[in-house]
């Protein structure tokens, strides 16, 4: 049994027990949480599709906790002026454990 879900402008595949980062939450580890915008599941009675979202259907993960992405080097360089500098960033994600899928 698998979904496809919609989360921060992108879609996942997801399965019960998979591990997913997605766009942080200031969630407590263990909590529970919710993803409404359901575009297909697939089960036992076949695949299900949505027009653009399944009414009904929902998907259930808990928090595992933050999880922080690779650095990565921003740097501007303008020539002949003396100009230069070199920012480093590391998005923060939220790992979830996908626990249960509910179809309609």
């Keep these: 049994m698998y979904a496809i ?9 997801v399965e019960p027990g998979m ?10 580890q263990g909590e529970n949480l919710t993803f409404e915008k359901v575009l297909a599941v ?8 949505g027009a653009p979202t399944l009414e009904g259907a929902s998907v259930t993960a808990s928090v595992i906790g933050p999880s922080l992405d690779k650095k990565i080097y921003v ?18 994600h939220t790992r979830v454990r996908i626990e249960k899928i509910a179809s309609v």
């Design 75 to 92: 740097q501007k360089f303008r020539r002949r002026k003396h100009s230069k500098s070199r920012i480093g960033h590391r998005q923060i």
């Design 19 to 28: 591990e997913l980062e997605v766009d942080y939450r200031d969630l407590p």
């Design 5 to 13: 879900i919609v989360d921060g402008g992108r879609q996942y595949r």
């Design 42 to 49: 697939s089960g036992d009675d076949g695949l299900q599709l």
